[in-house]
């Protein structure tokens, strides 16, 4: 009998399918699959909210299930969820707010917008390098 090899993207959406992640989601902000659902979880397990998924949550589109509501990205992105100087925008790429639904991710740094200790204004060199943790 032949087993199975599952990659990494379908185990994360198996992961993601917690009772309160809504793994489309990912796709409503510029950049979502970089920290997919710790974008707005504390944890790949989506049982908890970070300061940004609390934001998020309340930047939902309007007029169907809430189950079903896209992130309202124009009115998420100029806020600061995790307090760390940076916008929501500017920590996923989008530092303008211009970046909308469906479109192709936009390029630069990405940091998390839900985590103070990750933040686009680097360390030592004015840049954020893979191996510093900026804290």
Not at 49 to 69: C, H, M, T, V
Not at 78 to 103: F, I, K, M, V, Y
């Amino acid at each position: 009998m032949r087993g199975f090899a599952f990659g990494p993207a379908l185990a994360l959406v198996l992961v993601c399918r917690g009772a309160q992640a809504r793994e489309f989601r990912v796709q409503d902000i510029p950049n979502g699959d970089e920290n997919t659902c710790l974008n707005c979880h504390g944890e790949l397990e989506a049982e908890t909210f970070n300061d940004f998924g609390s934001q998020a949550r309340s930047k939902l589109e309007q007029g169907g299930p809430i189950q079903e509501a896209h992130v309202d990205w124009a009115s998420l992105c100029p806020l600061d969820a995790d307090g760390d100087g940076d916008t929501n925008g500017q920590e996923l790429g989008d530092p303008d707010c211009a970046w909308t639904r469906g479109s192709s991710d936009p390029g630069g740094t990405v940091t998390n917008p839900g985590n103070a200790a990750s933040s686009t204004r680097g360390c030592d060199n004015g840049r954020l390098d893979p191996s510093e943790d900026c804290q």
